[in-house]
């Protein structure tokens, strides 16, 4: 279960580019935190779909998605990935050793780091971008540098954080639907 107070602010009606993205990012990965708020272990784990997600399967995979867009093609971090060609759904799996409280601080760790190096970098300067040869996934334009700033990422990346959780709804009513 979740222990630690979520601090879900609404994003601006109004306000400067930066501060906008990074407060719909913000509201979205907050959303997250209190879509799983107080689901036991137990049904944080559990498959929900014939594919096998489990909400804290969503919550590992969107860590991953935070770590890849934000600090390794956007800040140029060389960092591992638990994904391969042979295995390109690793992300997804919680692992019998995986905790959930080891899980939930992967993620919210990785968010804050995400939060320091995006807001450390001046405006319209070119961010690094990671190259993609020893990466198993092709993420199109971003792996050939072809990408001028972080501005063309935050969108998508805040666009995968809302698809991912409007999907924590339904993972989570199937889970118990008189207590969701």
Do not use: N
């Not at 501060?19 to 913000?26: G, N, V």
């Amino acid at each position: 279960m979740q222990t630690t107070p979520i601090d879900r602010v609404d994003p601006p009606l109004a306000a400067p580019e930066r501060a906008m993205l990074t407060a719909f990012l913000d509201y979205h990965r907050a959303t997250l935190l209190w879509k799983v708020d107080g689901v036991d272990d137990a049904d944080l784990r559990r498959p929900l779909t014939p594919s096998g997600m489990s909400l804290l399967g969503l919550v590992k995979h969107l860590a991953y998605v935070e770590q890849w867009w934000f600090l390794m093609v956007f800040a140029g971090e060389d960092l591992p990935a638990p994904w391969t060609d042979a295995d390109p759904d690793a992300d997804w799996r919680v692992e019998d050793d995986e905790t959930t409280a080891a899980i939930l601080d992967f993620y919210r760790s990785t968010v804050e780091r995400a939060r320091r190096r995006c807001g450390s970098r001046p405006r319209r300067t070119r961010a690094p971008v990671r190259q993609g040869a020893d990466v198993a996934l092709d993420h199109g334009p971003y792996d050939r540098g072809d990408c001028p700033s972080q501005w063309a990422r935050r969108p998508h990346a805040r666009g995968h954080r809302r698809r991912h959780r409007r999907v924590a709804v339904p993972l989570r009513l199937l889970r118990s639907p008189i207590s969701s």
